[in-house]
């Protein structure tokens, strides 16, 4: 069974349109998370980001050390404009 959303090209110039930091989750993407997405919410640099949606404009951050019983931290969803990019160059052949 295919996954719901496809996975980004690593050679691509802009990184997925949702993705997730939880190996867990259908949304993670090993390669992008290798290359290092950056996220601009709002106009400002956030570091704690665990996933983002950009065509639905939310983010899901961390709510400070704060952990569930499971060991993943807790997080709220703020919803903004959502900017991701790619931190490095792109990978060469």
Request: aromatic letters at 8%; glycine letters at 8%; charged letters at 30%.
């Amino acid at each position: 069974m295919a996954p719901p959303f496809p996975k980004a090209d690593p050679m691509s110039e802009s990184p997925p349109d949702r993705l997730s930091n939880d190996p867990k989750s259908p949304h993670y993407d090993a390669a992008s998370l290798e290359r290092g997405v950056g996220i601009r919410f709002n106009g400002v640099e956030k570091t704690n980001v665990e996933e983002y949606c950009v065509s639905e404009g939310w983010i899901r951050t961390a709510v400070g050390k704060t952990v569930d019983r499971r060991g993943a931290p807790l997080t709220i969803k703020l919803s903004g404009k959502v900017e991701a990019y790619y931190r490095d160059d792109p990978p060469k052949a």
